[in-house]
């Protein structure tokens, strides 16, 4: 039975894509090394428009999506994407809400707001109501697998090319293993990027707490001014120790998958800004449910990765911060996608003339990197 007004437009159709695509380099971090991102792409019709949504997961995001998700939003408003959400979160009751089925619940969410927004004529942000025009951007990558050469190079079009007045690179090398390449690395990038930018760094859960305060007292020259997952983000008593010791604001949240992981966070004093990622929790609606949760800790909150998915969700909450111009998402999205953005100056500004997420998918690009 039809969960539709009778007026209402209703989803008619679920299609579902997964493309891998190689990195243009080795990367790692401080704690994993890749060769290749996949995205699982959703895309959602009602009639002649179609909305899209995707997350950066492991291909069973798209079983999920087919055997379980497709057929609560098959035949039920196009408009009541609050409905849908709830149904998908109930649905996935017994296998877990985070996780894998959480990034599939993100793609679909995200899918239903965008086809919302176009059935309208509205670019998303308009939709939900904005606050601001545009939101800052920091450049992301700074891999631990780059050489100096690499570094630099990146960097500098960061910094110097486009004008991003804030760069982040990878530390905690191979698990906390490498300090003195980490502080070398540190010092490079402050040389690189000079007075006028602001240096991030990012631990991805590599050091143990009184490591990362010895670090960042040996780094204190560069003043890094955003120490990332300085220990794993799990370890909500590690970061707020960390966060006491430290000059630079301590962040994590990327993993975060629901309202109680967020509150929970926010509640210890882990984190000076608050990260969350919409391809994980849940969409445009878990983010937006996020940025509430950190606004009533008095936080600010991040975009992590995924930028083209956040653009617009970012300038719709007053406590937004900035969202990450992550290295290989930047690259995937350009790939697959006309109407992305250009952040140069160190800020985005969606179009306002566009409706929905103002993206058009290159089909025939990406069937390239099809692998399911």
Not at 61 to 87: E, M, Y
């Amino acid at each position: 039975m039809s969960g539709s007004p009778a007026d209402d437009p209703v989803v008619e159709r679920v299609d579902v894509q997964v493309y891998t695509v190689a990195t243009d380099a080795p990367e790692a971090d401080g704690t994993i090394a890749w060769d290749s991102t996949t995205m699982v792409l959703v895309q959602l019709r009602s009639g002649s428009t179609v909305g899209t949504g995707w997350t950066y997961g492991p291909p069973a995001c798209a079983a999920i999506v087919n055997a379980t998700l497709a057929p609560l939003v098959i035949g039920h408003s196009a408009l009541d994407v609050g409905a849908r959400f709830d149904a998908m979160v109930r649905a996935v009751r017994n296998m877990g809400r985070t996780g894998i089925a959480g990034y599939a619940i993100s793609a679909v969410d995200v899918a239903l707001w965008d086809l919302k927004a176009r059935l309208l004529e509205l670019p998303l942000h308009r939709l939900i109501g904005a606050v601001r025009e545009e939101v800052d951007v920091y450049g992301s990558g700074g891999f631990t697998t780059y050489d100096e050469g690499r570094l630099r190079e990146q960097l500098g079009g960061w910094a110097h090319g486009q004008h991003i007045p804030r760069v982040k690179i990878k530390i905690g090398e191979s698990w906390g293993s490498a300090e003195t390449r980490d502080l070398r690395r540190i010092a490079q990038a402050r040389e690189v990027i000079g007075d006028g930018a602001e240096l991030f760094v990012d631990a991805n859960g590599g050091y143990t707490a009184k490591q990362a305060i010895r670090v960042m007292q040996a780094a204190s020259e560069a003043e890094v001014r955003w120490l990332e997952e300085p220990v794993s983000s799990d370890d909500l008593a590690g970061l707020a120790l960390v966060r006491g010791a430290v000059g630079a604001d301590v962040a994590a949240g990327e993993y975060g998958g629901d309202p109680g992981y967020f509150r929970r966070m926010c509640q210890s004093g882990a984190v000076d800004c608050l990260q969350a990622d919409a391809s994980r929790c849940g969409g445009v609606t878990g983010w937006l449910v996020a940025a509430s949760i950190a606004a009533s800790f008095g936080l600010q909150i991040s975009a992590h990765c995924a930028p083209h998915l956040h653009a617009h969700v970012a300038l719709t909450v007053p406590n937004a911060r900035h969202l990450e111009w992550f290295h290989d998402h930047v690259r995937i999205e350009s790939l697959f996608f006309d109407g992305t953005l250009d952040p140069g100056g160190g800020w985005v500004r969606p179009d306002s003339d566009a409706p929905g997420l103002g993206l058009q998918l290159r089909r025939a690009d990406a069937e390239h990197y099809r692998v399911a």
